[in-house]
């Protein structure tokens, strides 16, 4: 059997410090599944703290595990009865939670989970994009049933799922206003949002009522968004169970899925200039554990290649 090279964590209260780079066995392609040869993947320092980075769904040890989920690259191998994809076709999208990822040279993936990925579109742009922007499409139109001429308040709109959330949300025909710290006021103004808001001075209170919070930090700013949701307006939030609900609304937490529709409608609006990735940073595997665990990261994602 063949080997790639691929970035391992052992130990969970080692978090992204415990992160090696280390030669692990290809796998086959089982049935259903594709093989995609990872050409970029956007990482998450997140997974670190997701139980599914460490073990099964029957709640078994799993480590050591290859994390990251998102991944833009090539199908290479076909698993029996797999359809809907061909070999050599360029793809994106999120492989399953509680299997090996895409901090990898190569990785298995559920066929129903891939979309094409058009060949204008850049491989690191493409890794970028499926959790972010399934994230921001099924948090406003799947779970907050947006409307236009509403208004949407984004929380952490500077980053990668924020500045998603602010584009998306301003195209439906929202009022965006994004929340951030003061150093990112051009950087959220830059990705279309009306009116900014910096959470360590200004009191979201003052920000009156609005129809749709997207909230992706929790704690107390979701308690204090809470109560400035109009009356049928909801709350939707990504950083697990809600602990406040609006008066008079609805309360929704999520995790997203891959839904090859939703991802061509995103690569679309790429394409033609509707919306832009926010990439912070793109590193070659062979540096992607110093860049991962650097305290000089930049905001937006984080994307690995897999050569040099």
Partial sequence: MSSMKAIVVNDQAAGLAGMTLTERPELPAAINDVIVQVHASGFLPTEMEWPSTWTDRAGRDRA???PGHEMAGLVTALGYGTTGLTLGQRVFGITDWHRDGTLAESVAVEARNLAPLPGDVDVTVGASLPIS??????GLFDHGRLQA???VLA???AGAVGTMVTQLAREFG?????TGRAGDRQKVLDYGAHEFVDLENDAIEDVGGVDLVFDLIGGDVQKQSADIIRPGGVLVSVVGPVEARPADGRAVDF?????PAQLREIAQRVRDGRIRTNIGQ??????AVTAVNSTDRRRGKLVIAMTD
């Fill in 64 to 66: 050591p595990s290859i």
């Fill in 133 to 138: 922007g399934l994230t921001a499409w099924q």
């Fill in 149 to 151: 001429g509403r208004s």
């Fill in 155 to 157: 929380h952490g709109a």
């Fill in 174 to 178: 929202a009022y965006v206003i994004g």
């Fill in 255 to 259: 995790v997203v899925e891959s839904v």
């Fill in 282 to 287: 793109v590193v070659p595997i062979s540096e």
